[in-house]
């Protein structure tokens, strides 16, 4: 069943609001077994509004439409799709029950124009908003389901899992089922490359790429009604790419390589500790996103500036003078140091040039050492990024993970994906 | 002139991916005074796309697309769009050699896909990739302007603002000139009812805000043909706005709040170090996000651990027993210690507790204490933020930059915006 999305708010347009609402609802389709094919987003505007209508109805078999149902004057998204199914419009006694019901829980005062948010098409359904004011409209009409739903997400997301979806869910035959395999320390066209045979021929399953900063995620979808039929037809294509990518495919559950770093070291009571330079805490933050961490992170320092390199690493006077820096013997000093100031099993240290300034032709920007110790060994890692401040220093944490995870590995023979 | 926005891309149907691509142009062009009319997304499928573009080339005078235009089999968007106006393809010898020297640069593996990147259709500008490997495209037929951009947020940015927007900015005659303030430590309704009087009766300049997180967002905006006539408008409202707001407004340019508080210690010479627990090594990460910073960061610490908090910064063992990690009085031990430990104008520490565990009756999720120590004296806040874990530690940032930057207009009685 073809899915299309219509998004209404001048305030997308202007891109004064990063429109989420489209990715939630297209998420969640997909996830069910529905082809979103096209996403549209217009300002409060009734003509434009019913030409994009017009399009959508005849070519899609859904249509959820979200914004413009507010008290405000220019929220026309109701009448507008009312007027193109000729429906007229009647207040609905229910919803002006809730809409008092929350005013006054609220202590608001409601404004007469409130009422207008309570007009529903002749022949729909109002479909009740379980956090805020304005009702979402269902149609059945011309072999046509649409949905109306309110802009803001909270108000949206309510409405589209509580309403939309357990509809939507019931008239649904096939099955859908998708496996995932984040790929590490390989690029995108490696990645293909490594399983064009597979992508030049997929069918059922299909099978695509996607790029990430620092990964790619590898994801196989077979459509089907038998469930044990479409597992099975996974299971061959899965034991491919897991036979092809091995060590390089880091979760099967679309965690993020922090996440998946995080969860190893507690599975098996390793502790870490870092020092950065040029990520400037990046790493740290990462580490602290995942709940329960302090078991296994023991200690960050942000060692910016040479001086703190000096005063809480130990880092000697005469390397930084020497080599600089940005060189390995810092790196290794740096990790080796923290590796004995903290006590931790293991220890990374990173630094680098993020830039833009900095760089000299020796030492560009981009040019990262990475230093990771482990209970016996340790190694110094050169890396040379690429894009602006924010992205090199994304890119190092990220390369400073699969290292980690590697060290990680290298200790702990059993393997398991997490 | 009317902009339309068309992003292919099968990931973003899917919801595997946030499209910020759009966000970002929309942005831009509305600054400028162009109005985008449309945004569209669909997914790699030349029918669809064909149909799409024709569609936008009747009704829009400039057309941006992004995405598919890399090595992979369903990157199709050039070869759409050329067949659309009937142009052949060549391969452009330029593009051939930049995309060598970008290989070579970072040691990549060059597969032959990669060259199919360098076809550029006749008739057509190749725009230079500064960040990455596929050129950009733009062609100028029929009276529509077109400009093919890449699908990786950070490529297409590059070539919108060193390309696209230069070439665009020499065709409009409508001036249109924002003001932006931006708030902090004040909830949005608190905000819009400071104003109430000016956003009910706004029409030219008109007037909006946005809640962002920690912050809000006012912007005033006026349309017209004379500058001068335009910033006289906009004075008598900036000027309103300055007197209601005072010092909670942290910058007219839209700068982030930690980017306001680094230049706030660059052009003072003054010198900061952060001690971390529960926003661990975010704060320092936010920091170091500017160039040049090394300057003012001196050190920064994650000390997550208890063990962290003895040993790199003194913490007495007693207090942490008796009043526990998270307290006012291990908050003010970690900031003062840290500040001589570190020699720094100014320290700050934070601990609290993130979630979703280790919350209690009277101490619950959520319960934060933000320490910071000027010249002369120190002040410790008790803050209670709600939301997930993510949520807890980027409010307490925020807020910690709001104290930053309090105690340095302390120090310094001289307040400019940034």
């Not at 949206?156 to 939507?168: E, N």
Request: aromatic share 6%; proline share 3%.
């Amino acid at each position: 069943m073809n899915c299309e999305i219509i998004c209404i708010g001048t305030e997308l347009l202007t891109g004064d609001t990063l429109n989420t609402n489209v990715n939630y609802i297209s998420k969640h389709l997909s996830k069910n077994g529905f082809s979103v094919l096209y996403q549209t987003t217009i300002g409060d505007n009734p003509e434009r509004l019913q030409q994009c209508f017009k399009i959508a109805a005849g070519r899609s078999d859904i249509v959820i439409l979200t914004g413009g149902l507010g008290p405000t004057q220019d929220d026309l998204t109701k009448e507008t799709i009312a007027d193109f199914f000729s429906m007229p419009m009647k207040r609905n006694e229910k919803q002006v029950r809730n809409m008092k019901n929350h005013f006054d829980r609220y202590n608001y005062v409601m404004t007469d124009n409130n009422f207008r948010q309570c007009d529903i098409p002749v022949g729909a359904k109002a479909i009740d908003n379980t956090r805020g004011t304005a009702p979402g409209i269902h149609i059945e009409k011309e072999g046509l389901s649409v949905f109306l739903l309110p802009g803001p997400p909270s108000e949206m997301s309510a409405m589209f899992d509580l309403y939309v979806m357990p509809i939507l869910k019931n008239r649904i035959d096939q099955l859908v089922i998708s496996r995932y395999f984040n790929v590490c320390d390989l690029g995108e066209s490696m990645v293909e490359d490594t399983i064009m045979d597979l992508v030049s021929h997929q069918n059922n399953p299909t099978i695509a790429t996607y790029a990430k900063l620092g990964e790619v995620l590898i994801r196989i979808t077979a459509n089907g009604k038998d469930a044990k039929q479409l597992n099975e037809r996974l299971d061959q294509y899965e034991s491919v790419i897991l036979k092809r990518f091995g060590d390089h495919i880091f979760t099967k559950s679309q965690r993020s390589l922090n996440q998946v770093v995080g969860k190893m070291l507690l599975d098996r009571h390793l502790t870490l500790a870092s020092a950065e330079s040029c990520t400037g805490g990046l790493i740290a933050s990462k580490l602290t996103e995942i709940a329960g961490i302090s078991d296994a992170f023991k200690m960050g320092l942000v060692t910016y500036s040479n001086e703190a390199k000096e005063k809480m690493l130990h880092v000697n006077k005469m390397t930084l003078e020497k080599k600089g820096a940005v060189s390995s013997e810092t790196a290794r000093e740096m990790c080796e140091h923290l590796k004995s100031i903290s006590g931790c099993d293991l220890a990374v240290s990173v630094t680098g040039i993020a830039g833009p300034d900095g760089g000299t032709p020796k030492k560009p920007v981009g040019l990262v050492y990475i230093g990771v110790c482990g209970k016996n060994e340790c190694y110094i890692e050169k890396c040379r990024f690429n894009g602006n401040r924010q992205t090199i220093q994304q890119k190092a944490a990220q390369k400073t993970f699969v290292l980690i995870r590697k060290m990680i590995l290298d200790i702990s023979e059993n393997h398991k994906y997490n």
